[in-house]
C-alpha cells in the first residue's frame, strides 16, 4: 500500500507539472533580470525544465521521508492495524494519505499551483489529522487517558507535518 501511495503522489504531482511551468514562465515574464544571460529559449525552456524536474524530485524525496517517519510511527508508537486480512493500514498510513493525495488531486483538477494560500487548507488537514485515530478507537480505548492524548496528539502532528512538503 505504501509504494501505491507514493506512486499516485508522483502521479499526481506529474500531473500538476503544466500547472506548475504556467506559475513559473509567469514569475519570470514579472522578474526579466532573472535570465538574462539565457538570450536562447531552448536553454531557457531547459532551466525551467531542469527547475520543475528537481521540485518534483525534491517533493518526492520530502515524500518519501515523510511516509517512512509514518512506517517508523506505526512499528513504535502505535501498532494496530485495520482493514482487511491481506491488506491492513495503521493509523499513521492512513493519516499520511489523507493529507497528502487529497490536496494534490484537488491542485490537479483546480489547477492550483497549491493550496497553502487558503487557511481552510489547514483547517482540513488538522481536522484529518486529529479525527484519523477514531477510526482506531476499538484498539485504544481502554488504555489511559494520558496515552490517548498522546496518541491524538502525534496524529495531530504528523498531520499537520505534511503541510510541509
Known amino acids: 500500500m505504501w509504494r501505491v501511495a507514493f506512486a499516485l503522489t508522483g502521479v499526481l504531482l506529474a500531473a500538476r507539472t503544466p500547472v506548475l511551468r504556467g506559475y513559473v514562465d509567469d514569475l519570470l515574464a514579472d522578474h526579466p533580470g532573472v535570465l538574462d544571460g539565457l538570450d536562447d529559449p531552448h536553454l531557457r525552456r531547459l532551466a525551467v525544465n531542469i527547475g520543475l524536474g528537481l521540485a518534483v524530485a525534491t517533493s518526492l524525496a520530502l515524500l518519501l521521508l515523510y511516509q517512512s517517519l509514518a512506517r517508523a510511527l506505526e512499528r513504535h508508537v502505535f501498532t494496530p492495524s485495520i482493514g482487511r486480512p491481506r491488506i ?55 488504555v489511559g487517558a494520558g496515552r490517548i492524548a498522546v496518541l491524538f496528539a502525534a496524529a495531530t502532528v504528523f498531520g499537520l507535518l505534511a503541510t510541509l512538503i
Open 88 to 142: 491492513r493500514v495503521g493509523l499513521f498510513f492512513v493519516i499520511s494519505v489523507a493529507v497528502t493525495l487529497p490536496f494534490q488531486a484537488a491542485c490537479v483538477v483546480l489547477s492550483r499551483v497549491t493550496l497553502r494560500t487558503s487557511p481552510w487548507y489547514y483547517v482540513a488537514v488538522l481536522v484529518l489529522a486529529a479525527g484519523a485515530p477514531l477510526l482506531y478507537r476499538r484498539h485504544w480505548r481502554d
